[in-house]
């Protein structure tokens, strides 16, 4: 049993005063594995002043100062990797063998290595003519953040800001707190000045929505549904601050007819199924051509049965359970619409997998001959279900990805891949995946339409947590 009662703030580990405690639920096991406060706008007031008072003090220091500071996080974190990748698999879930050591646990650590990687060389400062153009700290930030990459999320947004010269208050997920706590820790053992970095545990309504609408806040960082990014934002208007919105997808994975279809169709599958479809930027729509949408619906459906479902502490577990007994009922939902709405059940359904009677186990579940007007071919799902639609041609193809209310990502499988660059180049989503090409640390992170807003990731992560200040006359003439 974890016992993560305490925030940080200011420097200190404190026990938060008028606080409730919440239980953290494994969702493999459905026990009780570790407790919580959960903050209040109170809880909320002191952490932003001490963010306030220490950014006087850390937005001044160096660009060497700061990655020195970042290089230790480094270090503790890559010899914290083991104990990282199980405490992400104890909250939310992930297999620990083949997701939290290999991918969750790395994540994190790679945004604190480019954040450091950016810092390194970046320049400040530029002159236009007689102005200097100089970029500078954004001020204090609060930070929101999500269960399904936990710690993934959470370095998108502190790395930089740290970098950059902010100072911040984090709250991550109440569902899958256990991460957060311990890169709190590692900050705490590396001596990150005293208010620079904060952590208050909560919901949505208790310190979220007062985070958002701070005063003395002047970016808020949101990672989650978009729903709950329009009430950030709705929160944050009275007082103008910065708003990054980073939200919902459908994205399509369009595989022309000129791909080679076992591997396009295999990579689809294993793709949309990873961390158990708990991905924002997962691949829930495959766009197959209808003359060969019998041969799709064969080969997904072999796919999908090697997937072992399972223990999430077991090496050959591929994905485990749902994050939450609220997302599992969700999911089960949405396997209901589909059914009831006529799509073509290829493998999967209703209940956990065979062998399971216990966690938030779903079954990997591909429905084919999915219309885009069906509400599982439009809603984000978030669990382990696939839609197969047929496309009769490549303009039809290109048609369908992009009706959709979301722009977070999209995929291209071609036997060319010129062919592939003029099919992404149409879409309108904020990222896109030529054949099977895997995730770029260094690249942008974000959406079109009501996917958010900003970016995540890299330079251009960097720099959403910096300010520009135009000085005139600055350069002599």
């Not at 790679?110 to 102005?131: P, Q, V």
């Not at 990014?229 to 990054?244: D, E, F, I, Q």
């Not at 930027?281 to 072992?308: Q, Y």
């Amino acid at each position: 049993m974890r016992d993560y009662r305490e925030f940080y703030i200011d420097g200190q580990w404190v026990r938060p005063k008028g606080a409730r405690e919440a239980e953290v639920i494994n969702p493999a096991t459905e026990k009780i594995v570790g407790l919580i406060s959960l903050g209040t706008e109170e809880h909320v007031d002191l952490a932003v002043r001490a963010a306030r008072r220490a950014f006087d003090g850390w937005s001044r220091t160096s660009k060497d100062q700061r990655l020195e500071l970042l290089e230790q996080v480094c270090r503790a974190f890559e010899s914290k990797l083991d104990e990282i990748a199980e405490a992400i698999t104890e909250e939310m879930g992930a297999p620990l063998v083949q997701l939290a050591l290999p991918l969750q646990a790395p994540a994190g650590l790679g945004h604190f290595l480019t954040a450091a990687s950016i810092l390194r060389d970046y320049d400040f400062e530029e002159s236009l003519g007689t102005t200097r153009v100089v970029r500078e700290p954004a001020g204090v930030c609060g930070l929101i953040t999500p269960w399904n990459w936990p710690l993934n999320q959470i370095a998108a947004k502190v790395a930089p800001a740290l970098a950059a010269g902010c100072t911040m208050v984090l709250k991550p997920s109440e569902i899958a707190p256990f991460s957060a706590y311990l890169l709190a820790r590692i900050f705490d053992e590396v001596g990150v000045p005293p208010g620079v970095f904060n952590l208050v545990n909560g919901d949505g309504p208790g310190v979220g929505a007062p985070l958002a609408a701070h005063p003395e806040v002047d970016l808020v960082s949101f990672t989650g549904s978009t729903r709950a990014g329009t009430l950030v934002s709705t929160a944050a208007a009275p007082t103008v601050k910065r708003v990054a919105l980073e939200l919902g997808g459908k994205s399509a994975n369009i595989i022309l007819d000129d791909a080679d279809l076992e591997i396009a169709v295999k990579h689809g599958v294993r793709t949309m199924m990873l961390n158990t479809g708990q991905s924002c930027n997962a691949p829930s729509r495959m766009l197959v051509p209808l003359s060969k949408l019998d041969e799709v619906e064969r080969l997904a459906e072999h796919f999908c049965k090697e997937i072992v479902v399972g223990d999430p502490m077991h090496s050959d577990t591929n994905i485990g359970p749902l994050a939450s007994g609220m997302q599992y009922e969700k999911v089960q939902d949405c396997i209901r619409q589909g059914v009831a709405e006529g799509a073509k059940l290829i493998c999967g359904g209703l209940g956990r997998p065979n062998g399971l009677e216990s966690g938030y186990f779903a079954q990997p579940t591909i429905f084919s001959a999915v219309d885009k007007q069906m509400y599982i071919a439009r809603e984000e799902i978030f669990g382990p279900v696939l839609c197969i639609m047929p496309y009769g041609d490549e303009n039809e193809a290109i048609q369908i990805a992009n009706d959709s209310c979301y722009g977070l990502s999209g995929y291209v499988s071609s036997g060319s891949l010129e062919r592939a660059r003029n099919v992404a180049k149409q879409l309108r989503t904020g990222a896109v995946h030529l054949n099977g090409a895997a995730l770029d640390f260094t690249a942008p992170f974000g959406g079109y339409k009501q996917s958010g807003n900003g970016r995540e990731w890299g330079k251009y992560g960097f720099e959403e947590f910096l300010e520009i200040k135009a000085v005139m006359g600055y350069e002599e003439s």
